[in-house]
């Protein structure tokens, strides 16, 4: 006779899939028409000059847009100051705050560097062509001045509890800043609506785009790698095993609080670049010859592209919507990561953020492109054919991995690595957001967040076994409905912004702050 443990009874549950499945359709089918109702409204789509796309995206670009000639184009007259900042140069270890400037950063980042920067861009340059990749850079330089004003208004008026501990993000500085700059009722009231719904969308997103999600795509990459459905990782009960190794790791990050986050992160994110970037750079070098011919298809297809790519309109806005869901600039996600670094000057962290979008997008997603154009795979050509005929759209991981593959057959395995890595630490940077909604939702206390902690990692588990569909679909709805009230509130007060700016500018003007002897090691 045998007998089976609690963890085995949990496989072989798993294996046998009927009511786990059962589970999936059911929650699918209560929640479709809930989503698709809510997708339709944050993603309906305008027409302009015979080009449909959707409204939240010209929101986001019209904003970066607006913030870039507001502050003077600050993404470049204060570019090289954001470096120093992010060195440590202007750091002072006793101002308030729990992490550093480049911890901070890194944190930021790790929710937002991921698959968008691998699938979005194969998808651009395949529905756009490669003049996409141009208004891609475009639309991440605008996002900096977007970055730049939501992680200043973030440290402005964030709060520090007796301990140390740092909450900030939309939340507060939507409560706080709209009833200071609209002193009556109406601003109050106005202030703490957005507040709330600005929080229920972080805490909604955070569990399941930022978690769920992630933690499905991690293993569903592991198990394509290792044989797929008749592989090593086949079975659901493998999935389950995962989703609760996965979980133990990230809790064992999160239950330290952003201190804990920014110090696996700052490692994290240069790793995963690192790692990513060189591979790009491999791709690159070994075609160094077609770089050239590679950057003019950008170039003029920026300007002068296919009609079937949908003209230069079509071709713009492919590129800005990719951008703009791959650095979330708007979005209020990440000054909540940002509102944590130790500062007394606001404008600081508003500047250390700037460089973000630059990071993400400008770096990162353009070396995704550059190595998909100068590969030129028979899949990527047969691809767009495809978009231009009118079929579907392909898996944009797939464009990339082949682009790898011509040089790196064995890229498959690397990308699996770079997918884990990416997918880990949006995981955690997004359990801590999450963390934050809740306690501003529900009021602070060690019960409180323990009790966040456990049902966060719970998700994670859920994650890996049960794909949600339409639960996911949600969620990136519920993450964009964010930009809508966020940047309302960014518009009424850049007054605030261009006051912390000022004010900062004149410190260094004066020598009231100065370079500190020797920059802190990042």
């Known amino acids: ?68 000639t507001a502050f003077g184009f600050i993404q470049i007259r204060s570019f090289k100051l954001a470096i120093d900042l992010v060195r440590g140069k202007y750091t002072d270890k006793s101002e308030p705050g729990e992490i550093n400037h480049f911890q901070a950063l890194a944190s930021a980042l790790s929710g937002t560097v991921g698959l968008g920067n691998i699938a979005g861009v194969g998808v651009a340059v395949t529905v756009g062509g490669a003049g996409a990749t141009f208004w891609m850079i475009l639309c991440g330089l605008l996002g900096m001045a977007t970055k730049f004003v939501e992680c200043t208004l973030g440290v402005k008026y964030r709060e520090i509890d007796a301990d140390g ?72 009960g493998a999935a389950l095993i995962f989703g609760i190794l996965l979980a133990v790791l990230i809790g064992a990050v999160i239950i330290g609080g952003i201190k804990s986050i920014g110090a696996v992160t700052s490692r994290l994110v240069p790793a995963m670049a690192v790692i990513y970037v060189l591979a790009c750079l491999t791709v ?42 791959s650095n979330e600039a708007g979005l209020g996600s990440a000054p909540i990561a940002h509102s944590a670094v130790k500062t007394k000057h606001p404008a600081t962290e508003g500047l250390v ?41 392909p898996d944009g991981v797939t464009v990339t991995s082949e682009s790898f593959a011509t040089v790196l057959p064995w890229f498959p395995y690397v990308l699996t690595v770079a997918v884990a890595l990416f997918a880990i630490s949006t995981i955690i940077t997004w359990g801590y957001y999450g963390q934050r909604a809740w306690l501003f939702l529900f009021g602070k206390g060690k019960a409180k967040e323990r009790a966040y902690n456990v049902l966060f990692c719970a998700f994670t588990v859920v994650g890996s076994v049960l794909t ?5 679909d949600f969620a990136d709805a519920v993450l964009f409905a964010l930009a809508l009230f966020n940047i309302i509130g960014l518009y009424i007060m850049i007054p605030v912004v261009k006051k912390e700016l000022a004010s900062y500018r004149e410190k260094l003007r004066s020598g009231e702050v100065r370079k500190a002897e020797k920059a802190e090691k990042v």
């Open 468 to 472: 949600l569909g339409s639960v996911l």
């Open 165 to 236: 501990t740092v909450s900030g993000g939309p939340m507060h500085y939507l409560r706080k800043g709209i009833a200071e700059r609209i002193p009556n009722a109406f601003g109050a009231g106005l202030g703490k609506v957005l507040a709330v719904l600005a929080a229920v969308m972080i805490l909604f997103f955070a569990i399941a785009g930022g978690n769920m999600f992630q933690a499905n795509q991690t293993f569903a990459q592991l198990r394509n790698v290792t044989g797929g459905e008749t592989g090593l990782l086949g079975s659901d």
């Open 1 to 68: 006779m045998t007998t089976t443990t609690a963890g085995d009874q949990l496989v072989l549950a798993a294996e046998e899939g009927g009511a786990l499945s059962g589970i999936e359709d059911a929650i699918n089918t209560v929640f479709t028409p809930i989503s698709d109702g809510f997708s339709n409204i944050v993603f309906g789509e305008v027409t302009v000059f015979g080009v449909t796309f959707p409204w939240i995206v010209a929101w986001l670009v019209i904003a970066a847009a607006v913030f870039t």
């Open 284 to 325: 690159i070098g070994v075609n160094y010859a077609l770089v050239p011919s590679a950057v003019g298809d950008i170039l003029s297809g920026a300007f002068t592209p296919e009609a079937g790519f949908g003209g230069l309109i079509g071709v713009l806005i492919v590129g800005f919507q990719r951008a703009a869901f």
């Open 353 to 393: 953020a700037l460089l973000e979008p630059f990071i993400d997008t400008v770096i990162v997603c353009t070396m995704t492109a550059l190595t998909i154009v100068i590969a030129k795979t028979q899949f990527w050509t047969d691809a767009q054919q495809t978009v231009l005929n009118g079929g579907d759209t």
